[in-house]
């Protein structure tokens, strides 16, 4: 399924540059992702038919679906909005690591459901991460993440073609995990 080129659902109002790349919004059309990043797009069919879209879609607005994954994400809101701060975390106690980004858009449409965060400083990579739920005209339901990210910080540089690797690896993750929830 071709996304639409149009803007899906709501962006973020206009104000001083907080995010730390200066494509935002990019991923709404993934078919033209900015130059000079590291591109990923995983597809994953989740289920059929209205009920697994819903399930779906709540899942990955309300934050579920990454916590259902075994991350800790704390946000500034309850369902994804333009505007709302998220922290996403991995590890634990003083070996825990998170990172903070914020919502650039939304969408919430009638069979389209999903959000798109961007990085904020502090965050160790530079980009936008889209999680996005489809509802295909056959009632398949198919989950995407669409991502562009570079290094940020010393460590992600070091880590080099590791961290490719490790996002697909996250990616594939969410997939089972939005799966498992909008097959009940």
């Known amino acids: 399924m071709t996304p639409p080129a149009r803007p899906l659902g709501r962006t973020a109002p206009a104000g001083p540059p907080r995010l730390t790349y200066p494509e935002v919004g990019a991923t709404r059309t993934p078919q033209a992702l900015p130059g000079g990043y590291h591109h990923l797009r995983h597809r ?77 400083p502090g965050h160790a990579e530079i980009g936008e991460e889209a999680f996005v739920v489809d509802m295909a005209p056959d009632g398949s339901v198919w989950f995407t993440v669409t991502a562009f990210s570079r290094p940020g910080r010393w460590f992600t540089r070091l880590a080099g073609p590791l961290v490719p690797v490790a996002q697909r690896w996250y990616a594939r993750r969410l997939g089972r995990t939005v799966r498992r929830v909008a097959r009940g």
């Open 44 to 120: 994953t069919l989740v289920g059929h038919g209205r009920g697994a879209f819903e399930a779906a879609g709540t899942a990955v607005t309300t934050w579920r679906m990454h916590r259902a994954a075994g991350t800790r994400l704390r946000a500034d809101a309850v369902r994804a909005a333009p505007g709302v701060r998220v922290r996403v975390a991995l590890g634990l106690g003083p070996l825990e690591y998170g990172v903070p980004c914020e919502v650039v858009w939304t969408a919430y449409e009638r069979t389209r459901t999903g959000f798109a965060y961007g990085t904020l």
